[in-house]
């Protein structure tokens, strides 16, 4: 099978691009409103970029009010998105009026980060705390914006539970994080981990 993007005819029941750019970590944002409101989403257009310095990215399709509180605050955070609360990252993607706090509507703990003025989930096993450094709305060939925006942040602190750590590392067996499959389809990253030595220099 081949086909082309401009017409998408592939023929297939649902469109497979997101199938196939997959598995995709989830980026559990948290955002503050500037009238004090606090937010959640999940992101599967989200992951990080850069180590040095540490950066990551979520993609919101639209203007969602993720970007906003990010745009307006300049900061926000990523909850790693695990196993044992994959119920709760589902429920916190009901579309809600802004300043309806999603912590609320799936039962989870809010609680504020140490470096910047944003929530995170209390019962996540990893939090990463973001600075936003840029706000980019991708162009396509034609140069016409596209209807995404891109919400880059630097890392400047990172939260670990002890409880997923051994032997100097993290666990990803008890971490157990979930990534987006497509379609309705979500992985367990804890199900299957296997290790391998890469060659010497690879990069990537």
Request: glycine letters at 10%.
């Amino acid at each position: 099978m081949f086909y082309t993007t401009d017409t998408n005819q592939h023929g297939l029941k649902h469109d497979p691009f997101k199938a196939i750019v997959a598995p995709r970590p989830i980026g559990w944002i948290g955002t503050k409103g500037r009238d004090g409101s606090l937010n959640l989403s999940p992101y599967s257009f989200f992951n990080i970029i850069s180590d040095k310095p540490k950066m990551v990215m979520f993609s919101s399709a639209g203007r969602k009010h993720s970007l906003r509180n990010a745009e307006e605050t300049g900061v926000f955070t990523a909850s790693l998105a695990s196993r044992h609360l994959s119920e709760h990252v589902n429920a916190s993607s009901a579309p809600v009026d802004y300043g309806v706090s999603e912590f609320e509507i799936a039962g989870l703990t809010a609680k504020m980060a140490e470096l910047i003025d944003a929530p995170y989930v209390a019962e996540a096993h990893t939090v990463l705390e973001c600075r936003v450094t840029d706000v980019v709305n991708p162009k396509d060939l034609d140069g016409a914006a596209s209807e995404s925006f891109m919400v880059i942040g630097q890392v400047i602190g990172i939260h670990i539970s002890e409880e997923i750590l051994r032997d100097g590392r993290i666990d990803m067996g008890l971490a157990r994080p979930i990534a987006r499959m497509g379609y309705r389809d979500y992985a367990d990253g804890g199900s299957d981990v296997f290790e391998m030595t890469r060659p010497p220099g690879a990069g990537g």
